[in-house]
């Protein structure tokens, strides 16, 4: 149909020729939707399914266990969940809607704020008296937690703070449940919003790392 080669056999293998890759490269995107589809449709042949983008903490931490809620309500509806950290293009991918954190402006989508959030610089209580942490001052000399989706965050919370900054520095990692892990492990500051990690500091595994109240609010 297409008139031109897609594969190649060499001895035992088969690969894609130059325009097999450039063809696949085209297709590829269009294939996942299909088997998305398919899989929706198998899980819940009479409709009502939901396809649902999230940020990973925020879909175990928060929404998972309110899900159960929300199928007691609404009995046959369906919801796949996926994780993303960076922003997507619905017209390109099979998505319904998405919690995603960030600019108000978003092309070709409908926004709905659903929350604020208070980010607290936490560590371990052994690191916060090692390092005599008590204001926010003291962090510039603290190694610090860096989420990678939100990359001025620390810049950011010093300079609301009044405090004169050059270049923030310290451990990347591309998640807020590792970065909460790696400052329990003693790491360093981690810069995590309250309500993601309240349990980690009901038990005492995460504490805020200077003086209450001092702390920065950040839409959601």
Same mark, same amino acid.
């Given at each position: 149909? /297409?008139?031109?080669? /897609?594969?190649?056999?060499?001895?035992?293998?088969?690969?894609?020729?130059?325009?097999?890759?450039?063809?696949?490269?085209?297709?590829?995107?269009?294939? $996942?939707?299909?088997?998305?589809?398919?899989?929706?449709?198998?899980?819940?042949?009479?409709?009502?399914?939901l396809q649902l983008a999230v940020l990973p903490?925020?879909?175990?931490?928060?929404?998972?266990?309110? /899900?159960?809620?929300?199928?007691?309500?609404?009995?046959?509806?369906?919801?796949?969940?996926?994780?993303?950290?960076?922003?997507?293009?619905?017209?390109? *991918?099979?998505?319904?809607?998405?919690?995603?954190?960030?600019?108000? $402006?978003?092309?070709?989508? $409908?926004? *709905?704020?659903?929350?604020?959030?208070?980010?607290?610089?936490?560590?371990?209580?052994?690191?916060?008296?090692?390092?005599?942490?008590?204001?926010?001052a003291d962090l510039l000399a603290a190694p610090?937690?860096?989420?990678?989706?939100r990359p001025d965050a620390w810049r950011e919370?010093?300079?609301?703070?009044?405090?004169?900054?050059?270049?923030?520095?310290?451990?990347?990692?591309?998640?807020?449940?590792?970065?909460?892990?790696?400052?329990?492990?003693? /790491?360093?500051?981690?810069?995590?919003?309250?309500?993601?990690?309240?349990? $980690?500091?009901?038990?005492?595994?995460?504490?805020?790392?200077?003086?209450?109240? *001092?702390?920065?609010?950040?839409?959601?």
């Amino acid at each position: 149909m /297409l008139g031109s080669n /897609l594969f190649v056999r060499e001895r035992q293998t088969v690969n894609l020729t130059t325009a097999g890759e450039a063809y696949a490269l085209e297709i590829r995107g269009a294939l $996942e939707r299909i088997s998305q589809a398919t899989l929706g449709f198998r899980a819940n042949p009479r409709g009502g399914t939901l396809q649902l983008a999230v940020l990973p903490t925020f879909g175990t931490r928060w929404l998972a266990p309110r /899900l159960a809620g929300f199928f007691a309500a609404h009995p046959g509806v369906t919801v796949n969940l996926t994780t993303r950290l960076e922003p997507f293009d619905f017209r390109s *991918e099979g998505l319904d809607a998405a919690i995603h954190f960030g600019p108000r $402006e978003w092309p070709g989508a $409908e926004l *709905e704020p659903l929350m604020s959030e208070t980010v607290v610089p936490a560590c371990s209580p052994a690191f916060k008296h090692a390092h005599k942490l008590a204001r926010p001052a003291d962090l510039l000399a603290a190694p610090l937690l860096h989420v990678s989706t939100r990359p001025d965050a620390w810049r950011e919370w010093f300079q609301a703070k009044e405090i004169p900054v050059q270049d923030v520095q310290g451990m990347l990692v591309d998640q807020f449940a590792m970065a909460a892990q790696a400052a329990i492990a003693g /790491l360093g500051v981690a810069l995590l919003p309250r309500f993601l990690m309240e349990p $980690e500091f009901s038990g005492g595994q995460l504490v805020p790392a200077i003086a209450r109240g *001092e702390v920065e609010s950040v839409s959601r």
